[in-house]
């Protein structure tokens, strides 16, 4: 994420800001949004319907002029473009507010970056921008502590991600240079963030942060539906490509790692930086992107121990596949490569999770980012 700062998500009021490729302390913003893909959820795949398609893009030494639109067919996995939505810079990361009324861009542009709010046309698939003003942060917290034998990667802490899925407050922070995925309390009233409650007598707090092997480098998570009162957090190691299991008690409380699984095969030798996670939404299927080997790599899911089976990997047609999404159906994950400036759409298998390209393929200058927007 290159989403390398950090991305603010679904479920909580704040508004996402990326400022560096390192970046020590993170801030959070009362706003009246949420960070999230609209359109369906990992708990209930949506309808066959038609979508709009926004994506982000770098402006900056390519020929983008900011996001792009596009008409996505849920039944047929076919993407057609709408042209430029709106002319931005850098707008890497984008999202749709649930209402479907608004999208939200996070301008990636070092110290001088902005979040832009834009009203969407939902029969145009146009863009209005409204500001790129942000209200006086509510929160301030400074994540330290040991770094990670990466010096180039972890000279510091590096927040890199950020996402609230339990349904009960709790945020996760990704801390790449710490090899910690850190954890807090969210208070919706105050937009702060704190320690982990007591969860019982016996126990005065709760893990504030989940340890990984050193050289890790967690960059995103994927949280799973709840299974028997248990839920599982899957970390992608940019750094040593691999995924991380953690699973809770029925107390809802998670422990020490319970498994780390390998993405590449062990005969490459070549660079590759892990890029995405996410679960398909019949929790039963788990997908990650490198790039270097520019794959996906697939693997089930235990629905009780929640541990990981390879199943294959599955070249995504183009260099660079820094984010990937399933769309609201579940029928079709499209692969964003940026170097090579398209969009390669796959048909998902319901029954391997395996992914079978399509031949439609969309040319967008350095793609980044996908947001859905369901059409009526």
């Known amino acids: 994420m290159i989403r390398a700062p950090f991305l603010f998500r679904p479920a909580l009021h704040y508004v996402p800001m990326k400022i560096t490729r390192r970046v020590f302390s993170f801030f959070l913003f009362l706003a009246p949004l949420v960070f999230s893909v609209a359109g369906g959820s990992a708990d209930q795949p949506a309808a066959n319907r038609k979508y709009l398609v926004f994506v982000g893009t770098y402006t900056t030494k390519t020929e983008s002029r900011g996001i792009y639109g596009y008409e996505f067919d849920a039944d047929t996995g076919k993407l057609t473009p709408k042209g430029v939505a709106a002319e931005a810079r850098d707008p ?37 921008l409204l500001n790129q003003k942000l209200g006086e942060h509510t929160a301030l917290v400074q994540v330290s502590g040991a770094t990670g034998p990466n010096k180039e990667r972890q000279e510091g802490s590096h927040a890199h991600w950020i996402e609230t899925s339990m349904g009960n407050g709790t945020v996760f922070v990704a801390a790449l240079g710490l090899d910690r995925v850190m954890t807090y309390k969210f208070d919706p009233a105050k937009g702060t963030l704190g320690a982990m409650p007591a969860a019982g007598p016996h126990q005065p707090f709760v893990q504030n942060a989940l340890e990984l092997s050193p050289g890790t480098g967690p960059r995103h998570a994927a949280i799973s539906k709840v299974t028997d009162f248990r839920r599982f957090l899957y970390v992608l190691g940019e750094l040593d490509s691999t995924i991380t299991v953690f699973g809770t008690t029925k107390e809802g409380i ?98 391997t999770g395996g992914l079978t390209a399509t031949g439609q393929v969309a040319e967008v200058p350095s793609p980044v980012d996908i947001a859905f927007l369901q059409q009526d």
């Open 92 to 128: 890497s990361w984008v999202a749709v507010h649930p209402s479907g009324k608004f999208l939200y861009a996070a301008n990636e542009a070092g110290k001088a970056s902005t979040v832009s709010a834009f009203a969407v046309d939902v029969k145009s698939g146009k863009l209005t």
């Open 254 to 351: 998670f422990g020490g790692a319970i498994q780390k699984v390998p993405m590449l095969p062990a005969e490459f030798s070549g660079r590759n930086d892990a890029a995405e996670i996410e679960i398909h939404p019949s929790g039963k299927f788990l997908y990650a992107s490198n790039r270097g080997h520019d794959i996906i790599a697939i693997f089930a899911i235990d629905p009780a121990k929640g541990t990981l089976t390879f199943v294959t990997r599955v070249p995504t047609g183009g260099k660079e596949p820094r984010h990937f999404a399933i769309d609201p159906s579940g029928k079709y994950l499209l692969a964003e490569n940026q170097f090579s400036n398209n969009i390669v759409v796959f048909k998902i298998d319901p029954g």
